[in-house]
């Protein structure tokens, strides 16, 4: 062993890739650095040595087939391992002349990864094999000891019988029997975790040694099987191989070949077993980072809890704050499968999501464009159901697509009592047809006091709404803490209904908490709909304090629109402005939103002071300042404080 | 929106308040007709009926001083509404050139 941790580098565009390759390296003792792209990884590669380094070969600016004849260029010779979804031979190829060493397909194969590793870092970086043998406890097979596992035999010539429990035991066995296959399977299905392995003669009356197989390996896969018989034909040997047969034993040899069979096939089981189960929570972990919310500071009106059953891919949920007049979006999906691939799958998803979500906002064009991403994969086993929202939180409107989850189910509080509606839901799930007309679409406005339950398919709408109506309190008392209803609501489903998938609760409420002090108005840029729409805010500002001097509050206000038709929106006549108005016990909040990526408006004044007063421009951010009490710019959002009374 | 021209002075009466979505009109309008009338020894803008002036409307000013001045003629706003004064103090328009009230705000 010449290095015991070697020192990694990890170059992957995908977070959801990083993380994964990071948890599997560090789970076997590697140090482990990431860099987000090419120029990032080089900045690194400069100041630190690495001892390999794993380079994902498409991504933006920089690539990997780039990077590395960049990393080649600078002389050194650090073994770079392609890492690429690509896997035609011309791709290896390419790779190898850009100058990398070795090819490591998407998505990952441990083995192969750690195999590599050990290649090229000359170290031993399978502790886990080590691990599994000494965790199991299994020795050698000329030692007939199996420290109590519990064995069932199944034969009814009760001399054979004798033998056999006698030779098992000898070996450490614990060790039951049955006469046929018919009792087997009845023990099994009263208890099945009292057995470890089922040995079994392959004639018995009743259910017989095939049967018992087919059976265990359906429903209780945990359990290995063993068959033995005088002989065997060809046709059923193939036939015990396809069922699952952990070990075939010819009758004759039993006595001397129990207990090699058997040790081989927990050997091999349990590495298979711990491997498979190290890697899917290595994945589990990565993926489940990813199944949270986008937004650096989630907003109060989102709840979320989810609980997995089993090892890979399975449910995710993500959101993003537009900065678009305050509309965000929801992203609920559910990955067929759960296995690796299927949680390769969901980074793929995700990716995609990530890339085209800013430019595809509405629910069915995302729903459309995903669709036609994840078709070029041509994975025909594999498909996403998934559920889009674009969720436009001043006006507390939902624009909703859906692709094969259930539609969401609404909740409104009305006096005292819970109302529900469940909306459409289905369509085509996503990447199985080109087809763009097979969603389904509803719009949904959340009034006051009103919740809407997204879900997927390992939950349904009657059930949620029983676990509701069981637990009314969380809505109408107001003692009850409103946080984490999600969480409350998933536990107690739970505990009323078996779990058989993947299962994710998600809640949007209303954003309108005080719908009479708020008011609304948007308009397309243009300098004509800038007069209507301080007409209509005079008329508000009139209407509601009549006696306030405004002249230059109105003045500010409008410099305000101007910015965000002129600055903003550039100008786009097909760009919304959004106005909201908030009249509060001493004064007036007015919300500007353009579609825009704002600006800072310290520098933005710094700049305008030194202009003289000649000078054309900026002057306009000027009024704005000079009359407002305050302003604060996020992004496209300008908010404009001015203290009344 | 007109202009008239009286004892040697060109006046501009826009009638109309000077903001954004009137900016391209007015602006096209007193450039034409300003070019038409280089004779005139003095500009006067009347702000008759101006009650809103944006920053739009207020570059249209300083662009109107500017390019009078360098005609070497004599730029001046007369008839400003309380509104209009707002504006024109918060921009100190009367360093540049001369501003007369009207005379209901006097």
């Given amino acids: 062993m010449t290095n015991n941790s070697p020192s990694i580098l990890i170059v992957d565009d995908n977070p959801f890739n990083r993380e994964m390759l990071s948890d599997i390296l560090k789970a076997n003792s590697c140090t482990v650095d990431t860099a987000n792209n090419g120029q990032e990884a080089l900045d690194k590669i400069s100041s630190k040595t690495y001892a390999i380094i794993i380079m994902d070969m498409l991504m933006p600016g920089l690539d990997g087939f780039e990077t590395t004849k960049q990393v080649r260029k600078m002389g050194l010779k650090t073994p770079v391992i392609a890492h690429t979804s690509m896997s035609m031979k011309k791709d290896r190829r390419r790779c190898m002349e850009a100058g990398c060493d070795e090819f490591l397909p998407k998505p990952i194969n441990t083995n192969d990864l750690l195999a590599l590793i050990k290649k090229y870092a000359g170290s031993d970086t399978q502790p886990e094999t080590q691990s599994i043998a000494s965790q199991q406890k299994i020795k050698h097979p000329d030692d007939p000891t199996f420290n109590g596992l519990k064995a069932l035999l199944i034969e009814e010539d009760q001399t054979i019988r004798n033998q056999y429990i006698e030779v098992l035991q000898d070996m450490g066995f614990s060790v039951s029997f049955v006469p046929n296959g018919n009792e087997a399977l009845d023990r099994l299905e009263q208890n099945s975790k009292q057995y470890d392995l089922i040995i079994s003669n392959m004639f018995t009356s009743g259910i017989d040694g095939l049967g018992v197989l087919n059976t265990t390996k359906r429903e209780y896969p945990r359990v290995l099987v063993f068959i033995y018989a005088d002989k065997f034909d060809p046709a059923t040997l193939q036939l015990m191989m396809q069922l699952g047969a952990d070990g075939i034993i010819p009758q004759s040899d039993f006595k001397n070949s129990i207990g090699k069979i058997v040790h081989t096939a927990l050997s091999q089981t349990s590495h298979s077993r711990t491997n498979q189960a190290q890697t899917a929570f290595q994945v589990r972990q990565s993926q489940a980072r990813l199944t949270q919310f986008g937004c650096s500071k989630p907003c109060q009106f989102i709840d979320m809890a989810f609980s997995t059953l089993h090892d890979a891919g399975g449910d995710m949920a993500q959101c993003r704050y537009f900065n678009r007049s305050g509309q965000c979006g929801v992203v609920l999906a559910d990955v067929s499968g759960h296995d690796i691939l299927s949680s390769y799958i969901s980074a793929v998803f995700l990716g995609i999501l990530s890339s085209v979500w800013n430019t595809h906002q509405d629910p069915l064009s995302l729903l459309r464009i995903i669709n036609k991403e994840l078709l070029k994969m041509e994975e025909v086993n594999y498909h996403v159901c998934t559920t889009v929202l674009l969720w436009d939180q001043k006006k507390s409107h939902l624009d909703i697509a859906t692709a094969g989850n259930p539609g969401p189910l609404l909740l409104t509080q009305k006096d005292n009592q819970l109302e529900f509606q469940q909306f459409e839901g289905g369509g085509i799930c996503l990447g199985l047809l080109d087809r763009d007309d097979l969603y389904t679409f509803q719009q949904v406005d959340l009034v006051q006091n009103s919740r809407l339950f997204l879900f997927s398919d390992g939950m349904s709408a009657s059930k949620l709404q029983s676990i509701i109506n069981k637990n009314k309190n969380l809505f109408l008392s107001e003692v009850t803490s409103k946080r984490e209803v999600c969480r409350r609501l998933l536990d107690a489903y739970m505990d009323s209904w078996s779990q058989d998938d993947d299962m994710i609760l998600l809640s949007l409420e209303s954003t309108k908490t005080d719908a009479d002090k708020q008011f609304l108005y948007s308009f397309y840029s243009d300098y004509k709909e800038v007069d209507k729409a301080c007409k209509w805010i005079s008329d508000q500002l009139f209407k509601h304090m009549p006696n306030l001097e405004m002249d230059m509050m109105m003045l500010s206000i409008r410099e305000a629109l101007l910015n965000a038709v002129e600055h903003g929106n550039n100008y786009d006549s097909n760009a919304l402005v959004e106005v909201t108005l908030e009249f509060q016990p001493n004064g007036l909040q007015i919300v500007i939103s353009d579609q825009g990526k704002g600006f800072n408006l310290n520098k933005k004044l710094i700049d305008s002071k030194n202009e003289s007063g000649f000078q054309i421009g900026k002057r306009g951010l000027k009024i704005i300042h000079a009359f407002a009490d305050k302003i604060e710019v996020h992004g496209g959002t300008m908010r404009l404080l001015f203290n009344i009374g | ?106």
Wanted: net charge negative; no cysteine; glycine share 4%.
């Fill in chain 2, 1 to 106: 929106m007109k202009t008239y021209k009286s004892n040697g002075t060109f006046f501009l009466l826009p009638e109309t308040d000077l903001v954004a979505s009137q900016m391209e009109e007015i602006r096209d309008y007193f450039m034409k007709e300003l070019r038409d009338n280089v004779d005139a020894e003095q500009v006067t803008l009347d702000a008759t009926g101006i009650e809103i002036v944006d920053s739009l409307g207020v570059n249209l000013i300083i662009g109107l001083y500017r390019h009078v001045s360098t005609e070497s003629k004599k730029f001046n706003v007369v008839n400003a509404g309380e509104k209009f004064m707002k504006v024109a103090n918060f921009f100190r328009f009367s360093t540049l050139f001369d501003i007369e009230k009207a005379s209901s705000d006097d």
